[in-house]
């Protein structure tokens, strides 16, 4: 095997896979480039999803052309000297491999103009070669056009996702640098069309309102809190207002949009108690630090980053959104207001419910006892070996029934019950192909960020064959026609935008088409199940459908529908 030095054409072409790896990426790097020179005035404009088009232009500080000439070789850089400037970094770029990886890929024109320069310099690259170097008249500033992306290296076009899915990506990526720099101008074409434009100086809320949308800013207030190594500022949800994915939280460290898992633990940590199961909250948070704090330099592209003190700043954003979700709390009455509530009179304090006992052991158990069985337990179809006809009716309370038998005492979740007769209905249904459609008297419009609309897009095929009828409303828009049969008309967005989360969190996906199915299944039964209070004859024929079901023991996700305490049991809690 013989070594040889690869050439600096194709050196440039495998460095920019670490770097530029889709239209999205090499725009992300202009726009940081162009936010180190100072700008107060961004341009970018797209074409076919960044493959035939990609320009962004500023008013910057430009550069000399011996500068930009320097710009386009290989780890050239004005952001450090010494490796240990790696360690106080208050800039974005620094790895001086983002023009020149572009470039290499690329047809790349870059034109740009200090102030002290009488005329610009315009420098043409195809693939890594230069073709020209000239004289070109432009005002203070930079511009660069990237034409038809990838196609020196076409293997890499087969990764890029669908046209919509790729634009969605360059959109967010823009609305992201849009809303971490409010003192910047941004505006954003996409094949000719404006999708947003900024002004400087906007609030925060008008901000996301304007690049996110009116929807997504309807439920926000405003977070600011500090102490003497961190500060965040920013917005979130009001309890209970929570999103279907993880998409709406927006973090910006050193106003930098980064990926964080300590911070992403430290939000959903924060609103355990404040959204339900399965919700995430929404925020757009900036944690402004010492960037000697901060590793940026963990991810090729700087996406993602590691701080220096994980548990430190994840105490101190748990600690700031928890005071805040508590200013938000209504005051909790005081006994003396409870008691003049009740006219004067003093009211005795209620004793502490007991709390239910747990679910005895098997081995703790009588003979005749029906347990909670473990899915793995109990093998399809294995129903309790004994009729329900003689379960008294003793009440319900909440979502819960009680029912006395010769054994012991039953508590049904009504709940738990619902959602696996719907289930078990829907996967039949999906199985026979049987998925009817109704039409809606009154449509529904939504509005979804560019990933969701472009997921949407993507998937419509499969929600169509599902009883699903959406038409396009506009830009982002849409608006739902028709939903399936079997769904409530106000289960029908909610579900819809749990939907593109899960395909935007990689846990649904369309091209398969069983696992799909399960998929909604699971998701339509859990939203679709109702626990109303219930009087004797309507709970009885919800356990004549429970136990007609193949596993009736649990829900689809391994809950429990109901638990037996034997009289054994309660005698041995009770002491006797």
């Not at 398969?512 to 709970?539: G, Y």
Request: contains cysteine; hydrophobic residues 45%; proline residues 7%.
């Amino acid at each position: 095997m013989k070594i040889r030095i690869l050439s600096d054409r194709v050196a440039n072409q495998i460095a920019a896979g670490e770097v530029i790896e889709r239209p999205a990426a090499a725009v992300k790097e202009l726009i940081e480039n162009a936010l180190d020179a100072g700008a107060t005035r961004i341009d970018v404009e797209f074409r076919s999803a960044g493959e035939e088009l990609i320009r962004v232009e500023d008013n910057g500080s430009g550069m000399s052309r011996d500068d930009a000439l320097l710009a386009l070789e290989r780890h050239a850089t004005s952001k450090i000297v010494e490796a240990a400037d790696l360690a106080s970094l208050a800039s974005f770029g620094f790895r001086g491999e983002a023009l020149p990886s572009i470039a290499s890929v690329a047809r790349f024109t870059l034109r740009t103009r200090a102030a002290e320069d009488p005329a610009g310099t315009e420098i043409a690259v195809n693939a890594g070669k230069v073709w020209h170097v000239r004289d070109c008249g432009r005002p203070v500033g930079t511009s660069v056009i990237v034409e038809h992306l990838f196609h020196p290296v076409p293997a890499r076009r087969k990764f890029l996702k669908s046209e919509a899915t790729e634009a969605a990506h360059i959109i967010q990526v823009v609305r992201l640098y849009a809303l971490a720099f409010p003192a910047v101008a941004f505006s954003l074409q996409q094949d000719g069309r404006k999708v947003f434009q900024s002004p400087r100086g906007e609030a925060l809320a008008d901000r996301v309102a304007e690049i996110f949308g009116r929807d997504a800013a309807a439920d926000l207030v405003p977070l600011e809190a500090r102490d003497e190594t961190w500060s965040v500022s920013g917005l979130i949800c009001r309890p209970g207002g929570g999103r279907a994915g993880r998409q709406d939280m927006v973090i910006f460290v050193n106003r930098r949009p980064v990926e964080s898992r300590t911070l992403y633990f430290a939000l959903t940590e924060s609103f355990k108690e404040s959204l339900p199961a399965g919700r995430y909250p929404a925020a757009y948070l900036f944690l402004e630090c010492d960037p000697g704090q901060v590793d940026v330099n963990v991810h090729p592209a700087k996406r993602e980053i590691r701080f220096r003190q994980e548990p430190a700043v994840r105490g101190f954003i748990i600690r700031a959104v928890l005071q805040r979700l508590r200013d938000l709390a209504p005051p909790v009455p005081t006994a003396a207001q409870d008691n003049r509530a009740a006219g004067g009179q003093p009211v005795p304090p209620a004793a502490a419910p007991a709390a239910l006992p747990a679910a005895p052991s098997p081995a703790a158990a009588g003979t005749d006892e029906v347990q909670v069985a473990e899915p793995a337990v109990r093998e399809a179809g294995a129903a309790p070996q004994r009729s329900f006809a003689h379960w008294r009716w003793l009440g319900h309370a909440q979502a819960y029934a009680w029912f006395e038998t010769p054994s012991g005492v039953v508590l049904l979740d009504r709940r738990a019950a619902a959602e696996r007769i719907i289930y078990e209905q829907l996967t039949e249904e999906f199985r026979r192909g049987v998925m009817g459609s109704q039409k809606l008297l009154l449509p529904v419009p939504f509005e979804l960020d560019p990933i969701s609309s472009a997921l949407l897009i993507d998937a419509r095929e499969f929600l169509v064959a599902h009883g699903f009828e959406i038409a396009d409303f506009g830009r982002h828009f849409f608006r739902l026609e028709a939903i399936p049969s079997w769904m409530e008309p106000a289960d029908a967005e909610p579900l819809l935008r749990e939907l593109l989360a899960a395909l935007r969190d990689g846990r649904l996906d369309t091209r398969d088409a069983d696992f799909a199915r399960e998929q909604l299944a699971l998701m339509a039964s859990a939203r679709a199940a109702r626990s109303p209070a219930a009087p004797e004859q309507e709970t009885r024929s919800l356990l004549s459908q429970l136990f007609g079901t193949r596993l009736p023991l649990t829900t689809p996700d391994g809950k429990p529908t109901f638990i037996e305490i034997s009289w054994n049991e309660l005698a041995r809690r009770f002491a006797r």
